[in-house]
């Protein structure tokens, strides 16, 4: 009898492990739907998004003509733009949605501004892929290999994603690996983002979403020991040219740019 009893306790509690472990993979596989939903929808938006007409923002209103700003895209041609080092537009570079729009995948350059600029303030907006780096140069000089030889830049990111953001001073919006943003304003992945860079003398600032993230003076004994310490102390002329061109980076991953206005300060 004891041991009888023994196996029916003993199948009881079989039994109920066995329904535990059921509800527990119930359980389990409801939750990763649930992940898996969200994932969908949010990719969902994330394409629809891409695919917004963005066409409305590359115009000038009455006051910003009245204040002197010029348009560097107009929402359907580049003839303000060329690649760097070139007279054409680099393989990848389309417009799209009203947008200029790196493709990604093979790289065919930056491209820059055909005209160059000294004292002046510039108004972009920009949205990233998801994972994606890009970045906004000014004073760019030819006479390098390469855009960032010569040009400060702000950082374009996905700043959840990439491996860029897990450092301050090269997070999206950020005078790239020299200064890093006093505050996070910068919108995910797929969001547009408004960004201002005033460059007058040596004074630059850089805004996004309305806010001033960024100052720095060039030149300055704080910005001579910035470069020291970073992977700019190898390349002299970095920053120090007092004109130059807008350049928009190649990165290999896909970006947006559109609302491009410059205006030249009195200075220049």
Known sequence: MMGSA???TMYRRSHLTVVQIVVLCLFLASVQ???????????????AALKEDTSAANAL??????????????GTS?????????????????????????SGGEQGGDIISREQYQDFELKVEWRVS???????????????DRAWESGPEMQVLDNDRHRDGSKPETRAGTNY???????EVVKPAGEWNQFGLIVNG???????NGKEIVGYELWSEDW????????????????????????LQDHGDPVWFRAIKIRRLNSE
């Open 224 to 247: 001579k020991e910035r470069v020291a310490k970073s992977k700019f102390a190898a390349m002299p002329a970095y920053g120090q040219s007092k004109t130059g061109h807008i350049a």
């Open 177 to 183: 690996a020299l200064h890093p943003a006093s505050q």
């Open 78 to 102: 580049l003839d303000h733009w060329r690649g760097f080092k070139q007279q054409g537009i680099p393989i990848g570079w389309v417009i799209r949605g009203g947008a200029i729009h790196f």
């Open 202 to 208: 040596a004074h630059v600032e850089h805004w996004v």
């Open 61 to 74: 209103t009455s006051e910003e003509r009245a204040e002197g700003w010029e348009l560097l895209f107009d």
């Open 33 to 47: 739907y649930c992940r898996d939903h969200e994932q969908e929808m949010a990719d969902k938006d994330f394409e």
């Open 6 to 8: 023994g196996g029916k």
């Open 130 to 144: 998801e994972g994606g780096n890009s970045g906004i140069f000014f004073h760019v000089s030819e006479d390098f």
